[in-house]
């Protein structure tokens, strides 16, 4: 079936610094694909999206293309700072595209 | 401030017992989610409704577990008899109209420790 693998946390990054957590799907088709953030205590939010290939997702500095060819969607951004600690969950909408699959989730930890 | 509300946020109970989650999705939202997280599978769909009626609970087990949506403004998840193996963060969420359930807002959790 369908699934999302995401690279094991946790990274631990200093402020600045460039960060890439990597994600790879495979599933039937071309599903939509999604960031998830998880901060401390609280539920998820929706982070950014991509509907279809070579699409490209952004929003607070993180972003991700849809690549096919590789099927990846690898989580960016140029300088992460302390308030992007949280846990990043890559997910891909099931074949129904009623609901998601979520990766293992990815622990970010960045200290001033 | 619209919010997708789960109480209680903590429960530790007893084998055995029966554990009751609540969730408040977002007003005019049709369609809600129930996700429990945990350390070993990460986080697993166990159902979800859409206008009240049960669409897809596959993946919950039907002998101890039950979801129930009375209204439009209320969602349960029930555990009888809960076990040990039950412990979990279990997160509801609720998308806005028209996005599927791939865009939803989840609540804060309910943090179940069954010992």
């Known amino acids: 079936g369908d699934s999302v693998t995401q690279m094991e946390g946790p990274v631990t990054l200093s402020e600045e610094a460039f960060l890439t957590i990597n994600c790879t799907y495979t599933?039937?088709?071309?599903?939509?694909l999604f960031w998830y953030v998880q901060y401390p205590g609280e539920g998820l939010q929706l982070l950014l999206k991509?509907?279809?290939?070579?699409d490209k997702g952004s929003n607070k500095g993180f972003e991700a293309t849809y690549r096919k060819e590789t099927t990846s969607f690898h989580l960016e951004k140029g300088s992460v700072q302390v308030s992007d600690s949280a846990v990043y969950f890559c997910?891909?909408?099931?074949?129904?595209?009623?609901?998601?699959?979520f990766g293992k989730g990815t622990t970010l930890s960045v200290s001033s | 401030d619209a919010r997708v509300t789960q109480t209680p946020r903590h429960k530790v109970t007893e084998m055995g017992q029966e554990v009751t989650m609540r969730c408040q999705p977002i007003?005019?939202?049709?369609?809600v989610f129930w996700y429990r997280q945990t350390m070993m599978q990460g986080l697993e769909l166990l159902a979800y409704?859409?206008?009240?009626?049960?669409?897809?609970d596959s993946g919950m087990p039907k002998d101890r577990f039950s979801a129930e949506m009375p209204d439009a403004t209320l969602a349960t998840l029930k555990i009888q008899p809960s076990e040990p193996r039950d412990s979990a963060v279990y997160f509801c969420?609720?998308?806005?109209f028209g996005t599927g359930g791939t865009e939803a807002f989840f609540g804060q959790g309910t943090r179940l420790t069954v010992v």
């Open positions: 997910a891909l909408a099931n074949q129904a595209g009623t609901a998601l699959i």
């Open positions: 599933a039937t088709g071309y599903p939509s």
């Open positions: 409704f859409r206008n009240r009626a049960p669409l897809d």
């Open positions: 969420a609720s998308p806005p």
């Open positions: 007003l005019g939202h049709n369609t």
């Open positions: 991509a509907t279809k290939a070579d």
